[in-house]
C-alpha cells in the first residue's frame, strides 16, 4: 500500500524573496507533496540575521525537507546547522557558502550604483535565462522583481557578497543535495564544488537549465526532489517514473 507522506517541502527563495515563483513547481510536486514557500517582507533592509529570526516561527512542526535556491542557501545552511527537531534534509538550488563572485573586487560598493528599473528587470530576466527564456517566465520573473523596492534588492544582494556560513556547512550531518544548473550565468560551477569537497556525500546533480532551475525545468526538478526523497528519507511514495522530457 502506498501511504502519502506527511513531509512538506519548505522553499526558501531567491533574491527577490516574494515566494511568487513557484506554482509549476508546485504542481509538479502534487499530491505526493505540499509546498511551504515563506516570503520575505519587501519593506525591511534584513540581512541573513535578521531573515533567519523571521524564518524559524513559520518552519513546519512535523517532518520536512528545506530547499534553499540561490539567495537563501546560506539561510538553508545556517537552519541546518542549528538542528531543527523536524527537519530531514537539505537541498541546495543554483546557491553558495560564501561570496559566489569573489574574483569581482569592489563590487559590493558598486551595488548602489547599478541602475534598478522595470527595463533593467527585463533584461537581466532575459540574461539570466539564456537560451531558455520564454515570454512566461520572463513576464514572471520581472514582475517579482518589480515588487522589490530598489534598497530592498541591493542590501540582499550587497549580503551575499559578504556571506560565509562554510564552517557551518561542514558540521552538517543531514541528507545533502545541489542542484546545479549547467548553464547557470550568476552562480559559477565552482560554488558547488566547493561545498562539495566540504561534504563529500552530498548528491550533486547537474541539469540543463539555467540560473532559475526550478522555474524553468520544474518537472525535472520535482523528478530529482522525490528520487532523493525516496532515496534518503525511507518514505512509502510511489516509485518516480524516469524523466523522459
Not at 546547522?81 to 560564501?98: D, I, N, Q
Not at 541591493?154 to 545541489?178: C, I, N, S
Not at 547557470?184 to 564544488?193: E, G, H, K, Q
Request: glycine share 4%; proline share 8%.
Amino acid at each position: 500500500m502506498i501511504i502519502k507522506s506527511q513531509m512538506t517541502i519548505v522553499v526558501l527563495p531567491g533574491l527577490d524573496g516574494t515566494g511568487t515563483l513557484y506554482q509549476q513547481l508546485a504542481q509538479q510536486l502534487a499530491p505526493d507533496f505540499d509546498l511551504q514557500v515563506i516570503a520575505y517582507p519587501l519593506d525591511q533592509l534584513w540581512g541573513y540575521s535578521e531573515l533567519l529570526d523571521y524564518i524559524r516561527p513559520q518552519l513546519p512542526q512535523s517532518p520536512y525537507l528545506l530547499l534553499a535556491e540561490s539567495f537563501s542557501g546560506p539561510l538553508g545552511i545556517m537552519l541546518a546547522a542549528e538542528k531543527p527537531l523536524h527537519l530531514k534534509a537539505l537541498v541546495l538550488c543554483c546557491t553558495f557558502g560564501r561570496n559566489p563572485l569573489p574574483a569581482i573586487k569592489g563590487l559590493a560598493s558598486a551595488v548602489d550604483k547599478l541602475p534598478w528599473n522595470e527595463l533593467v528587470h527585463h533584461w537581466t530576466a532575459l540574461w539570466l535565462q539564456g537560451r531558455y527564456a520564454s515570454p512566461q517566465l520572463s513576464a514572471l520573473m520581472g514582475n517579482a522583481l518589480t515588487m522589490v523596492p530598489e534598497p530592498v534588492i541591493k542590501h540582499r544582494a550587497k549580503q551575499t557578497l559578504q556571506v560565509d556560513v562554510l564552517a557551518e556547512f561542514a558540521t552538517l550531518t543531514l541528507p545533502l543535495m545541489y542542484l546545479q544548473a549547467r548553464h547557470d550565468r550568476l552562480i559559477w560551477a565552482f560554488n558547488a564544488n566547493t561545498l562539495k569537497q566540504l561534504q563529500p556525500d552530498m548528491q550533486l546533480v547537474r541539469l540543463d537549465a539555467p540560473h532559475f532551475l526550478l522555474q524553468a525545468i520544474p518537472e525535472q526538478a520535482a523528478w530529482q526532489l522525490k528520487l532523493f526523497i525516496q532515496q534518503h528519507l525511507s518514505l512509502e511514495l510511489p516509485q518516480p517514473e524516469a524523466f523522459t522530457g
